[in-house]
């Protein structure tokens, strides 16, 4: 028998238990895909997804150990360490990014913070995207109150910072930066009126009750972010998670279903291991609620899907991107009044 539906949220809610979104995880898979797609239609038009292309403006030799990162100084991978990129190079790769469709320009650093000096060229960075008409993001490791401050002065839109896994798991995957510290930087953040990009990882060996309590932490944030980006573990040679288990399939689908009804009007991203995925499963994964996607062919070190291949199934699926707004009103306005009619209570 049929169980009852997750209701549309009216304002989202921000105190949601695990046992609830272990529930919604359990859920029976139509079940699941049902009721995320009902949210998803009650808050976006279910065929436009956003599109973000990725630039690692500093690669490798960072003094972080995430057990999964080729860029990580403890770990001997395949990635050659590369100095700061210049401005012009940066503006170089935006131009080809906007070009090839992309709307959010995403810049990220293999540092465990940036320090201040650090942050002028970057700063100078995020004036000359913007003036190309794309959006702007950074991800440059742990920020202070101030550093946040000082990139929302220079215009930056989003900050992505990870929460990664739960916090029972974490200790497992990374030593040398705490969860707290994690949500610290993502409170400087939001308080300084920066949109937060923040999601995880899946298939580093977590259990399912660990993605619940990702989610968890996600959607009990004060605010929801504006941008939650679902990775699937890309194994690099070389890291300590090189030859984890794969994550059945089914399961990635459910946590984005679950990201989708938990934190409704937020944009689910499939961020890294689009590579490894059929479109078969990428279209799951759209009909589970997600609509962002980074697109391009790296992401910041690794592969990302080819652009053609991209192309291609936004084609047969006949999604659009969307439109870049530059002044959208509200961080979190949903995109849609209507309400999801098959909702039970
Ligand atoms: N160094 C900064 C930091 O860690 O905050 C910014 C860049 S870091 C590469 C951004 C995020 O990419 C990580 O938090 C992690 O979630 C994701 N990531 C890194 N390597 C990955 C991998 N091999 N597979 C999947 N996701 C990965
Ligand atoms: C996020 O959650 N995923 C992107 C972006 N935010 C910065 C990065 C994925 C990195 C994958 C490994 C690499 O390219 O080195
Ligand atoms: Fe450094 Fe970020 Fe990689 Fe961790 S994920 S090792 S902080 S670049």
Request: with cysteine; proline share 7%.
């Amino acid at each position: 028998m049929s169980r009852p539906l997750p209701c549309p949220q009216d304002p989202p809610r921000h105190d949601w238990t695990l046992q609830e979104v272990e529930s919604i995880l359990e859920l029976p898979f139509n079940d699941l895909l049902f009721a995320a797609q009902s949210l998803h239609r009650a808050h976006f038009d279910p065929n436009r997804i956003q599109v973000s292309t990725l630039l690692s403006i500093k690669t490798g030799a960072c003094p972080e150990d995430c057990a999964y990162c080729g860029q990580s100084a403890h770990h001997s991978t395949a990635v050659a360490p590369e100095r700061l990129l210049s401005l012009d190079e940066v503006l170089e790769r935006a131009r080809a990014a906007k070009a090839q469709g992309a709307t959010r320009f995403c810049m990220g650093a293999a540092w465990r913070n940036p320090t201040d000096k650090q942050l002028d060229p970057v700063i100078a960075m995020i004036a000359g995207v913007k003036a190309l008409g794309l959006e702007t993001c950074m991800t440059l490791g742990m920020l202070t109150a101030e550093q946040a401050r000082r990139l929302k002065a220079a215009g930056l839109d989003y900050y992505n910072h990870n929460l990664d896994t739960s916090p029972e798991f974490y200790g497992q995957v990374i030593s040398t930066r705490t969860y707290q510290e994690r949500l610290a930087t993502l409170e400087h953040i939001r308080a300084a009126g920066l949109k937060t990009c923040s999601g995880g990882i899946l298939g580093m060996g977590e259990s399912r009750r660990d993605r619940a309590a990702l989610l968890q932490q996600l959607a009990t944030l004060p605010a929801h972010p504006e941008s939650v980006p679902i990775n699937l573990l890309v194994q690099i040679e070389g890291t300590p998670l090189f030859g984890t288990e794969p994550l059945d399939p089914f399961e990635f689908v459910r946590v984005v279903a679950a990201a989708r009804i938990l934190m409704p009007c937020s944009h689910i991203r499939l961020a890294a291991g689009r590579h490894l995925m059929s479109d078969e499963l990428q279209a799951l994964c759209f009909l589970a609620g997600a609509n962002a996607i980074f697109y391009g062919e790296r992401l910041l070190t690794a592969p990302n899907a080819p652009g053609d291949r991209d192309r291609r199934l936004f084609e047969r699926l006949g999604l659009m991107t969307e439109p870049f707004v530059p002044e959208r009103s509200e961080p979190m306005a949903c995109q849609r009044e209507q309400r999801a009619e098959h909702c039970v209570s």
